[in-house]
T-cell receptor, first 113, second 113 residues
Framework: KQEVTQIPAALSVPEGENLVLNCSFT??????LQWFRQDPGKGLTSLLLIQSSQREQTSGRLNASLDKSSGRSTLYIAASQPGDSATYLCALMIKAAGNKLTFGGGTRVLVKP | DARVTQTPRHKVTEMGQEVTMRCQPILGHNTVFWYRQTMMQGLELLAYFRNRAPLDDSGMPKDRFSAEMPDATLATLKIQPSEPRDSAVYFC???????????FGPGTRLTVL
């Protein structure tokens, strides 16, 4: 059974510092990996989608890498801002589960001004 | 601007009443998912459809929950009768099978008194 782990569960950094969020998984037979952001009381916003054949994706200050051999993905957020404060979730679409996503527990980020 | 829409955004009802939540997936997406999120359980997959056919509803209490897709532009989740333990935020998401990831609606916040 696929296990998706996000460590740490919570992270607090001063504004301007780079954020590094980790996601590890046990089953590398995946279609893709997706990073989401969730603000309190809101829905999930898709940030980046990395297909199984890709190594990374970039969007503005965000960069996500995927290393299937080690079962890891990392989300980098450069020059963090207070508006980046949210919970970040990674989710995998694994081949054995069809189109279903398996979510990590999330990392709650606080960027202090 | 393609988005998943959900109605209602908020619903307060009394125990025993029927609740119907609606979702309009992004046009052209062929997979639709219903999730429930609570503080205790996190995100749980309730049901999902591909090309309007239900593929997996194992996460759903069968005796009171039902999910349907009357057509490609509408998915419904019904609870009858509702119970206080059903209080949660219910999200709908849509995507393209295998390739496109999942995109979430804003959710329906349900409170059952």
């Amino acid at each position: 059974k696929q296990e998706v782990t996000q460590i740490p569960a919570a992270l607090s950094v001063p504004e301007g510092e780079n954020l590094v969020l980790n996601c590890s998984f046990t089953d590398s037979a995946i279609y893709n990996l997706q990073w989401f952001r969730q603000d309190p009381g809101k829905g999930l916003t898709s940030l980046l989608l990395i297909q199984s054949s890709q190594r990374e994706q970039t969007s503005g200050r965000l960069n996500a890498s995927l290393d299937k051999s080690s079962g890891r993905s990392t989300l980098y957020i450069a020059a963090s801002q207070p508006g980046d404060s949210a919970t970040y979730l990674c989710a995998l679409m694994i081949k054995a589960a069809g189109n279903k996503l398996t979510f990590g527990g999330g990392t709650r980020v606080l960027v202090k001004p | 601007d393609a988005r998943v829409t959900q109605t209602p955004r908020h619903k307060v009802t009394e125990m025993g009443q029927e609740v119907t939540m609606r979702c309009q997936p992004i046009l052209g997406h062929n997979t639709v998912f219903w999730y429930r999120q609570t503080m205790m359980q996190g995100l749980e997959l309730l049901a999902y459809f591909r090309n309007r056919a239900p593929l997996d509803d194992s996460g759903m209490p069968k005796d009171r929950f039902s999910a349907e897709m009357p057509d490609a532009t509408l998915a419904t989740l019904k609870i009858q009768p509702s119970e206080p333990r059903d209080s949660a935020v219910y999200f709908c998401a849509s995507g393209l099978a295998k390739v496109g990831g999942q995109f979430f609606g804003p959710g329906t916040r349900l409170t059952v008194l």
